[in-house]
T-cell receptor, first 112, second 112 residues
Framework: EAQVTQNPRYLITVTGKKLTVTCSQN?????MSWYRQDPGLGLRQIYY???????DKGDVPEGYKVSRKEKRNFPLILESPSPNQTSLYFC???????????FGQGTRLTVV | QKEVEQNSGPLSVPEGAIASLNCTYS??????FFWYRQYSGKSPELIMS??SNGDKEDGRFTAQLNKASQYVSLLIRDSQPSDSATYLC????????????WGLGTSLAVNP
């Protein structure tokens, strides 16, 4: 089954404790991205990757890191989480930029 | 600042009625247009994509695109309570970028 898989689904952590949210897709898509979704603010892109080893900042990159060492994986790293990063996060992939986008199940992150 | 605008709603329709959702966009060069459905706390899922002016039908859903007026709409015929969700409009940025620009979504409630 074609899918984007992200883990964990739910995460509660403390301020400053590094965490990684994993994302993997099995559709051989070149374009992957991370979004956060907050009430009233909609989907905002954090980082994106056009292909392996090619990543770039989206609209709200501060406080986040990503890497794309393999085509299928695109982890999101929060080196020192803060409460304002409490949000619903989605990993997404598509064949190329601007094409039909598939989303992971979402990760609800709470930073206390 | 390129934008995609949607009425936030909630749009309330009785079961069996036609729900009409609208989206306007500012970038005249946009080429690809998508409607996604998102249930509360879940990930967005593609409902329709449309690329040329006119209507595109898929089951109970019809997407309508008018590039001259810069709007795209989604009609849901014979609305069901299971259609109650937030509907997100996404439009590609023109030029080399072609990234998706997301609207904030319209909340639809279908009342039995």
């Amino acid at each position: 089954e074609a899918q984007v898989t992200q883990n964990p689904r739910y995460l509660i952590t403390v301020t400053g404790k590094k965490l990684t949210v994993t994302c993997s897709q099995n559709m051989n898509h070149e374009y992957m991205s991370w979004y956060r979704q907050d009430p009233g603010l909609g989907l905002r892109q954090i980082y994106y990757s056009m292909n392996v080893e090619v990543t770039d900042k989206g609209d709200v990159p501060e406080g986040y890191k990503v890497s794309r060492k393999e085509k299928r994986n695109f982890p999101l790293i929060l080196e020192s989480p803060s409460p304002n990063q409490t949000s619903l996060y989605f990993c997404a992939s598509s064949f190329s930029v601007g094409t039909i986008t598939f989303f992971g199940q979402g990760t609800r992150l709470t930073v206390v | 600042q390129k934008e995609v605008e949607q009425n936030s709603g909630p749009l309330s329709v009785p079961e069996g009625a036609i729900a009409s959702l609208n989206c306007t966009y500012s970038d005249r060069g946009s080429q690809s247009f998508f409607w996604y459905r998102q249930y509360s706390g879940k990930s967005p899922e593609l409902i329709m994509s449309i690329y040329s002016n006119g209507d595109k039908e898929d089951g109970r859903f019809t997407a309508q695109l008018n590039k001259a007026s810069q709007y795209v709409s989604l009609l849901i015929r014979d609305s069901q309570p299971s259609d109650s969700a937030t509907y997100l409009c996404a439009v590609t940025n023109a030029g080399n970028n072609r990234k998706l620009i997301w609207g904030l979504g319209t909340s639809l409630a279908v009342n039995p």
